[in-house]
């Protein structure tokens, strides 16, 4: 198994920056990829970015482009989503999931709790 645990979430105005961090720990050398997904209540969830674990190649979700950035250490077992100019319609629950077979990104088998996130305008 593999366990996630987000952080860095919070309060912040709009045009205002933060950087959530996912520390994950057990299996993790069996980890294909990293993502970063949000969801607001009542809301299906969404993608935001992912990163090969071993490549460290992102992706990103359109709409956050040129704001966002994912990336990871792997020597911390820890993926980072650095988001920048954040907007009202960023607020959401963010969570980090793992990947750990050759299915991801199209499928994600370990979720952390998420991370509030929530931008005041």
């Known amino acids: 198994q593999v366990q996630l645990v987000e952080s860095g979430g919070g309060l912040v105005q709009a045009g205002g920056s933060l950087r959530l961090s996912c520390a994950a720990s057990?299996?993790?050398?069996?980890?294909?990829?990293m993502g970063w997904f949000r969801q607001v209540r009542g809301k299906e969830r969404e993608f935001v970015a992912r990163?090969?674990?071993?490549?460290?190649?992102?992706y990103y979700a359109e709409f956050v482009k040129g704001r966002f950035t994912i990336s990871r250490d792997n020597t911390r077992n820890t993926v980072y989503l650095e988001m920048n100019n954040l907007k009202p319609e960023d607020t959401a629950n963010y969570y980090c999931?793992?990947?750990?077979?050759?299915?991801?990104?199209?499928?994600?088998?370990?979720w952390g709790q998420g991370t509030q996130v929530t931008v005041s305008s």
């Open positions: 990163i090969g674990w071993v490549s460290g190649v992102p």
């Open positions: 057990g299996r993790t050398f069996s980890v294909y990829g």
């Open positions: 999931a793992a990947g750990l077979t050759r299915n991801w990104p199209g499928k994600y088998n370990y």
